[in-house]
């Protein structure tokens, strides 16, 4: 359940760049193959904002699809683990160009 | 009591409790609501003390070792294994992380190596801050090898880097030959699996074969040893990779 320190993380982050304003809203990326669970976060995020300038501030999570190059044949490709091989050459030796992403995109304050 | 680390007091300045602000974003001061562009990395903290913990062990030339698993896969018997037979040439420190208890600790002091354990109350994970702190209470000087074993748990240390060398992953032939793609993460950010208790693969169904190939499949350059860290089976090969890359001092 490492979604709750993410979501203390992700307060910080918010309460250090709002200005000490109250949060209106805050835009996540979190990439497919980033390991977290978008809904774990939104359980999480109640808690970790009660007494802060984030209480009350809504949470929208904009998912990344992970998309990976292949090392062997360089042929892009949408993928949905890890263990995808490319459908071009079957090789395993995928690097993911996107789909890794946990980043706090944007702020709304009053 | 500090809840990110657990170290024991609030009355001295922490890296995480400081809310510094940079000047690479904006602040609004006028009445109305409107948007900051934040693009920060949500780890880029425990990213950023990992940094300091990694250059801290090369400017004392220590090699650091992450060691993770699920729980029971047998780290600690590998690491008291491991340890009786290079702590005589090699200085040794271990840190051991559970949620509860200092029992791994207990057992690796009885190797006669310096062990501090983490307890991370709730916590399902080590972070470089926590182990930042821990190591303050080797010689650091006087190391040569740093092993950190994680809280057992296959999931969430995949995320937190801890300034280590390499992460090392633990899988016991009990648990099911094809855990690399049911904990696909924690695969793919390991640099070696051990793949441990290979004295009861007898009396398992284990195939070691497919487990590797799966494996690979994750981690197409993944190191792997099969070994027993209870009957001293293949060790030597783990041995020879650790002795291969661990800088002595005089």
């Known amino acids: ?110 | 009591m500090c809840t990110t680390c657990g170290c024991g007091t609030d009355d001295h300045d922490h890296d995480h409790h400081r809310h510094d602000h940079g000047d690479d974003h904006h602040h609004d001061h006028e009445p109305g609501a409107r948007k900051i562009t934040v693009e920060t990395d949500i780890l880029a903290k425990n990213n950023r003390l990992a940094a300091g913990n990694r250059a801290l062990f090369g400017n004392k030339g220590i090699f650091a070792l992450n060691l993770v698993s699920s729980p029971g896969s047998g780290k600690t018997t590998i690491l008291e294994r491991t340890l009786r037979e290079l702590s005589g040439d090699y200085r040794c420190a271990v840190v051991e992380g559970d949620q509860q208890t200092d029992n791994d600790a207990v057992r690796i002091a009885a190797t006669g190596v310096p062990a501090i354990q983490i307890n991370t109350g709730s916590g399902c994970h080590l972070d470089a801050h926590m182990v930042s702190h821990a190591v303050e209470q080797f010689e650091l000087d006087k190391l040569d090898l740093l092993f950190i074993e994680n809280v057992g748990n296959l999931v969430c240390p995949a995320a937190f880097d801890l300034g280590e060398n390499h992460k090392v992953v633990v899988l016991s032939v009990t648990e099911g030959e094809d855990k690399p793609l049911k904990y696909p993460q924690m695969f793919r950010v390991a640099d070696v699996m051990l793949l441990n208790k290979t004295d009861l693969l007898p009396y398992v169904e284990f195939d070691p074969e497919k487990c590797k190939d799966l494996a690979r499949r994750v981690s197409p350059d993944i190191v792997i040893f099969e070994l027993s860290g209870k009957s001293g089976a293949g060790m030597d090969a783990w041995y020879s990779w650790l002795k291969e890359r661990v800088g002595k001092k005089g």
């Open chain 1, 1 to 110: 359940m490492h979604e709750m320190s993410i979501t203390e993380s992700i307060v910080e982050i918010c309460e250090e760049n709002s200005g000490g304003r109250r949060v209106i809203s805050v835009t996540l990326e979190v990439g497919a193959l980033s390991g977290v669970v978008p809904e774990a976060v939104e359980f999480c995020f109640d808690a970790c904002t009660r007494d802060t300038l984030m209480e009350g501030a809504k949470l929208h999570i904009e998912r990344v699809p992970a998309v990976a190059c292949c090392l062997d044949c360089r042929g892009r490709s949408g993928v949905s683990t890890f263990y995808d091989s490319c459908p071009a050459c079957g090789g395993y030796r995928m690097e993911l160009l996107s789909g890794n992403e946990l980043r706090v995109k944007e702020l709304e304050v009053e």
